[in-house]
C-alpha cells in the first residue's frame, strides 16, 4: 500500500450534479485511511494558484443534495504550457500534496495526465452532464441532467399537445448525441437528431409533414446542440409543415438541481474507488463503470477510445 498522506481533490470543466457527493467520497475515505484531503478550488487556476484548504468530512453531508460544485470551476487555457504547470506542481509540493483526485471531462483529464508525467500521481473522476467520456457507459451528472430535460419536454408536450404544436428542443451534450437520444426516447419524441443519426433538413421537414397528415396534434424533436440553428429551422418547419412551431433552448438549465440518487451512488462509489487506486499506487488513470463494474485505464488510452454506436439508435426509427 501507497504511504502517501496528503492529496488533493479539484473539479474542472463544466459543472455536473453529484460533484460534491464524489467529493465528499474522495474526502471520507482518504480521511478513514489516514489521509489528510485539501480542497483545490476553482480547478487548474487554483491548482496554480495555491487555492487550496482542508476538507473537514462533518462539512460536506450538508453538500449532498446541491448540485453544481463546491470546489468552484474555472478554465485555464495556459495550463497547456509546460512553465504554467510547473508553478502548479511546485505550490502542490509546497503544500505537501502528493496525489490530485481531477473530477471533470476529457479536457480535465489532460490535465491530470500532463501532471502525473510531472511527478504527480493523478487519478480522473468522470464529471460531465454530455456523457461524452468513451471509456466509461456513465459520467457523474449525466442522469440528472437527462431527468431535467425529460420533465421539460414532458412539460412542453402538455402545451403542444393542446395547441397542435410542433415544438424543436436542443439539448446539451456538446459532440456527443446521448442526452438528446435518451431524452427522446424517454419522452416519445417523434424525431431524434443528433451526430450520430446524422441531419438531413430535407427528411425532417418531411417527416413532420407526414405527422400532419396523419392527424398528429402535436410533434416534438429533441435535436442534439451543434447540430443546426433550432430558431431557423423552426421557422422553416413552420412555414413548410402546417404547425406552428416553437424553438426551445434547454441550456444550462440541464446543468443545474440536485442530483439523482443515481448520480449520488455513482459519484460515492468513484470517489471511494479513486483513493483506493492511489493507496494501491496507481498512477495516471481514470475511472470508468463498464456493466456495473468499475474499471480504470490509462487516461491518454481513455481518451483515444472509439465512441461504440448506441444501440439504442437501432429502435428510434421503430418509436417515431
Known amino acids: 500500500m501507497s504511504k502517501i498522506k496528503r492529496i488533493g481533490v479539484l473539479t474542472s470543466g463544466g459543472d455536473a450534479p453529484g460533484m460534491n457527493m ?13 489521509i489528510e484531503v485539501y480542497g483545490i478550488y476553482e480547478g487548474y487556476k487554483g491548482l496554480v494558484e495555491g487555492n487550496y484548504k482542508k476538507l473537514d468530512p462533518s462539512d460536506l453531508d450538508k453538500r449532498i443534495p446541491q448540485g453544481g460544485t463546491m470546489l468552484y470551476s474555472a ?3 495556459e495550463f497547456e504550457n509546460i512553465e504554467v504547470r510547473r508553478v502548479g ?3 502542490l509540493k509546497e503544500a505537501g500534496i502528493e496525489a490530485v483526485v481531477v473530477i471533470g471531462g476529457d479536457g480535465s483529464y489532460r490535465g491530470a495526465k500532463a501532471l502525473s508525467e510531472m511527478g504527480i500521481k493523478c487519478i480522473g473522476i ?5 456523457n461524452d467520456i468513451v471509456s466509461t457507459d456513465y459520467t457523474i451528472g449525466f442522469d440528472t441532467a437527462l431527468n431535467t430535460a425529460v420533465e421539460a419536454i414532458d412539460r412542453l408536450r402538455d402545451t ?13 451534450g456538446r459532440y456527443c448525441g446521448d442526452l438528446s437520444l435518451y431524452a427522446g426516447i424517454s419522452t416519445g419524441c417523434s424525431i431524434i437528431v443528433t451526430k450520430e443519426t446524422g441531419f438531413d433538413k430535407e427528411d425532417v421537414i418531411k417527416k413532420v409533414k407526414d405527422l400532419h397528415e396523419r392527424g398528429e396534434r402535436h410533434v416534438i424533436i429533441a435535436i442534439a446542440e451543434k447540430i443546426t440553428n433550432v430558431i431557423d429551422l423552426s421557422e422553416e418547419v413552420q412555414e413548410r409543415t402546417g404547425y406552428k412551431t416553437n424553438p426551445m433552448i434547454l441550456g444550462h438549465i440541464q446543468r443545474g ?16 474507488y479513486a483513493v483506493k487506486l492511489l493507496l494501491e499506487g496507481v498512477n495516471s488513470r481514470c475511472i470508468g463503470i463498464r456493466e456495473n463494474k468499475l474499471v480504470h485505464y490509462d487516461i491518454i488510452e481513455a481518451l483515444d477510445l472509439p465512441k461504440e454506436k448506441n444501440p439504442l439508435y437501432d429502435i428510434v426509427e421503430d418509436l417515431s
Open 75 to 77: 478554465r485555464l487555457p
Open 89 to 91: 506542481v511546485t505550490k
Open 257 to 272: 438541481g440536485s442530483p439523482t440518487a443515481f448520480d449520488r451512488v455513482l459519484a460515492s462509489n468513484m470517489g471511494v
Open 22 to 34: 464524489a467529493i465528499r467520497a474522495v474526502v471520507r475515505a482518504g480521511v478513514k485511511a489516514g
Open 126 to 130: 468522470p464529471g460531465t452532464i454530455d
Open 160 to 172: 403542444s399537445h393542446s395547441h397542435i404544436r410542433c415544438n424543436i428542443v436542443e439539448l446539451m
